[in-house]
């Protein structure tokens, strides 16, 4: 079976495409220039750092310096492409625009303290426009954020019933899927963000179809996996003995590394075989996972277990 493919772009969050044509426009390029200016004074900002990010992988991301005049020029840019501007004292941000529809860009820098003594204010400015870069966190909710923050997201929060629960639960839509998001926490605070997929087909086929339009959406904006493990088994589905029934079997992970940030596209499946409304062990058991983590706030206060001290073979024999 062959799956269709949509596009994927994002920084740090999914934004599907609408398939094949949008994935056409993606490739097309323009030139373009810019400047980086305050957002409060419209004072032009020099030597403003731009990241240019290609939309898909294998080409290299450019990096430009604004002039003395806060200007920079893009040269030649595809129209799906991803700019991130940054600069000392400011609020990084990320520039994206489906197709670009101008030559000439005005990017407003806003500064991340007023300068002033007002604490609260500050501490506001610095939860609110995390820059939404996985290096800084999910979504713009920043990795060491404590459990008990707000959470500001599309998404609709689920009812905790558990006081004592590390896990902040959240249920939507990404782009095509509908899901659960949950967002862990440990000693450290937030570390990670783990994304189930709710899977309506039962066809093993499809749901490694699915697991590979994630995978090329991801890779589109990381790059190919760092790793990869596929594993199959299992009676054909041409299989149709009902009173010996079994299960196929797939299991499939990819590894992404954006430092600091680890990302994982996990799919554990077990289907049964033949499909029949007389199951003689109900229901199928079905895992697509993505989950997006930050190893440098993996810290627990638990003890970890003591080692078990196993005899040696010469001591029992």
């Not at 010996?244 to 590394?257: D, G, L, N, P």
Request: charged share 15%.
């Amino acid at each position: 079976m062959r799956p269709t493919f949509f596009t994927l772009l994002f920084l740090s969050s999914f934004a599907f495409g609408q398939g094949m044509t949008e994935e056409m426009a993606c490739a097309d390029a323009k030139g373009g220039k810019g400047t980086v200016v305050d957002s409060n004074s419209s004072t032009p900002l020099a030597g403003a750092k731009v990241l240019i990010k290609p939309y898909g992988y294998g080409d290299e991301m450019k990096e430009l310096t604004s002039d003395n005049n806060g200007k920079f020029d893009f040269g030649s840019i595809g129209l799906c492409d991803t700019i991130t501007v940054s600069m000392n004292g400011y609020i990084t941000i990320a520039v994206v625009d489906e197709p670009w529809d101008t030559d000439e860009w005005t990017i407003e820098l806003s500064a991340g303290n007023d300068g002033g003594n007002n604490s609260s204010q500050t501490a506001e400015v610095s939860q609110q426009n995390v820059p939404a870069s996985l290096e800084s966190g999910y979504k713009g909710f920043a990795w060491g954020t404590p459990a008990g923050s707000n959470i500001s997201n599309n998404f609709n929060s689920l009812p905790t019933t558990d006081s004592t629960t590390t896990t902040r639960s959240f249920t939507g839509n990404l782009g095509l899927d509908s899901v659960v998001v949950a967002y862990a926490f440990a000693d450290s605070g937030f570390w990670k963000v783990e994304i189930d997929f709710v899977v309506n087909n039962i066809d093993l086929d499809s749901q490694i179809a699915h697991f590979r339009r994630l995978e090329k959406n991801i890779s589109a904006v990381y790059g190919p996996p760092n790793k990869m493990n596929q594993q199959e088994s299992g009676p054909s589905g041409s299989y149709s003995n009902i009173l010996e029934q079994k299960f196929a079997r797939a299991f499939y992970r990819s590894t992404w590394s954006v430092t600091p940030v680890v990302i994982e596209l996990f799919l554990n499946s077990s289907v049964l075989v033949p499909e029949t409304d007389l199951a003689i062990f109900s229901g199928n058991f079905i895992s697509l996972k993505l989950v997006y983590y930050n190893p440098d706030y993996m810290h627990s206060s638990q003890p970890l277990p003591e080692p078990e001290i196993i005899p040696s073979i010469f001591d029992i024999y």
